[in-house]
């Protein structure tokens, strides 16, 4: 059974820092692309960034850029997100989700770690 | 970026009965490998999202088949044949035709 399960969600300031984690098991991890997708509170799904199977590449919505890095270790099955200068507006929960490359979609998804970014 | 734009953004359906949802792009989302990266994706209240249909009309595992897609270009439809009580939830489409992906606004389904 894949599994996807977010951690390092929390309560920052304005300007500050936070590293999302996630793991995920149940599949050979290394094989797949990886993505991340923010959901604001009652608003809808906005892609973020997503990070080729190697982790040679990477791809990243224009409102991050700069401020978040997409990484992961395929050795401990796990994929991060380093956010930095944190704003208001990255006030989201944050899913890690499986790319599915041959169809272009996120094919399973995490349950979601809330980020809230507020003084 | 492609804008994409969902019509209804709320459905009442009586249970049992069908209902439909419009996608609309901004631009073509043919691929220049001739494909249509057009997906929909459903999601239940206080639950994170769950894939539905990929590259326009294909359900993906596990999808019962009163779920289906169709549509070409910059024109998209869901359609539920018969809404049952599980369909509830929010319903978007999603373009990954083009960098950087995209999402409709969102349909929420809701029983009459």
């Known amino acids: 059974e894949v599994r996807l399960v977010e951690s390092g969600g929390g309560l920052v300031q304005p300007g500050g820092s936070l590293r999302l984690s996630c793991a995920a098991s149940?599949?050979?991890?290394?094989?797949?692309?990886m993505s991340w997708v923010r959901q604001a509170p009652g608003k809808g799904l906005e892609w973020v960034a997503n990070?080729?199977?190697?982790?040679?590449?990477?791809y990243y919505v224009d409102s991050v850029k700069g401020r978040f890095t997409i990484s992961r270790d395929n050795a401990k099955n796990s994929l991060y997100l380093q956010m930095n200068s944190l704003r208001a507006e990255d006030t989201a929960v944050y899913y890690c989700?499986?790319?599915?490359?041959?169809?272009?979609?996120?094919?399973?998804w995490g349950q979601g770690t809330l980020v809230t970014v507020s003084s | 970026d492609i804008v994409m734009t969902q019509t209804p953004l709320s459905s009442p359906v009586t249970l049992g009965q069908p209902a439909s949802i419009s996608c609309r792009s901004s631009?073509?989302?043919?691929?220049?490998?001739?494909?249509?990266?057009l997906s929909w994706v459903q999601q239940r209240p206080g639950q994170p999202p769950r894939l539905l249909i990929y590259k326009i009309s294909n359900r993906f595992s596990g999808v019962p088949d009163r779920f289906s897609g169709s549509g070409a270009g910059t024109d998209f439809t869901l359609k539920i044949s018969r809404v049952e009580a599980e369909d509830v939830g929010v319903y978007y489409c999603m373009q990954a035709t083009q960098f950087p992906w995209t999402f409709g606004q969102g349909t929420k389904v809701e029983i009459k």
């Open positions: 990070i080729r199977a190697d982790g040679g590449q990477t």
């Open positions: 631009q073509s989302l043919v691929h220049s490998d001739g494909n249509t990266y």
């Open positions: 989700a499986r790319d599915w490359r041959a169809a272009m979609v996120f094919s399973y």
């Open positions: 149940g599949f050979t991890f290394s094989e797949f692309w």
